[in-house]
């Protein structure tokens, strides 16, 4: 009986997507709830498994195409499949002889599921990567957590000359096609620029306080909540303090009406293989600085193994983004419609500064608050920054709502 692999139900905001990946072809040996190809949306890598056990017969929608909620990707032929042989104790030459004729399914297996060096399966970007490059994951060293291979290893592998690397003293070029996250993000940043009056403003902030916090009580903040203390909460809750007292900031636009959020859900922008996702921390007002650090922690984890979902990044009415983990000194961060503002924090460096007549060295960071001007004046964006300002330099204001 042959059975169609479908498209699964897309949410309302995603209208189609694109195959990126099929792991098997025609003729293949497929188990149900078996990864049978992965489609590409504007925010995330869905996989499709097989919905039973068969051979694959047919593929419908091939690498490429634009597909749409239930469309057929494929057809298997219902049937049972013979299990896993496991290592026996067979005469040597019997098992040499299965070995020999499972030689090729081996090496097809190999390719649909490639793992790293660890012996873990790969992301759906560094699996596609790996496939398209035909590069044997074993021999490139992993450097994400755990030693997990990831997409900057594969093309780092190749540019230094792994696999189909480049030849020293060549002058080659190499045209890629866009992805569908990466083409959407550079459409929706694009029109951002084009449809806002987009203005920033910077402030520096003084994190001493907040620092001697994290020194002081990181090792009892670890033991009784089993999260670390970082800068991200503090700057979480800074920002929905002065949101609460400025409220247009966490406002958005919709054709002549501004709407005034009742809720502060803050996106958290994460750099990713893939390119720059911003899963939102609903309620954030409401979360605890353990709750919140555990909240980035496991987008965080989705994030590097390509595990974020539709309703991670749905919604947000401000964002956060953290450039100064690479480096950055100062930046003008481009707003994440409909928001209204986004806030840019950066590279923290030790300077002199004067406080109470003295001059100490302080770590100063810098801030820039991007914002649209058609709804956020110039003093509100100030006075925000402001408010920020003054709750990472005096953390107790949090507490006291002053």
Known sequence: MSTEVKVPVLPESVADATVAAWHKKPGDTVRRDENLVDLETDKVVLEVPAPVDGVLKEIVSDSGATVTSDEVLGVIEAGEVAPAEPADDKPAGESKDKADNAGAKSDENAAAEPVSTDGEKLSPATRRIVEEENVDPKAVEGTGRGGRLTKGDVVNYLADGGARGPVAGTRTEERVKMTRLRSTIAKRLKDAQNTAAILTSF?????????QLRAKYKET??????VKLGLMSFFVKACCHALSKFPVVNASLDGDEIVYHGFMDIGIAVSTERGLMVPVLR?????TLAEIEAGIRQYAVQAREGTMSLEDLQGGTFSITNGGTFGSMLSTPLLNPPQSAILGMHNIKERPVVVEGEIVVRPIMYLALSYDHRIIDGKDSVQFLMAVKEALEDPARLLLNL
């Open 203 to 211: 402030q520096e902030v003084d994190l001493h306080a907040v620092q």
């Open 221 to 226: 903040f670890l033991d009784t909540h089993g």
């Open 283 to 287: 309620n954030a007002e409401s979360m």
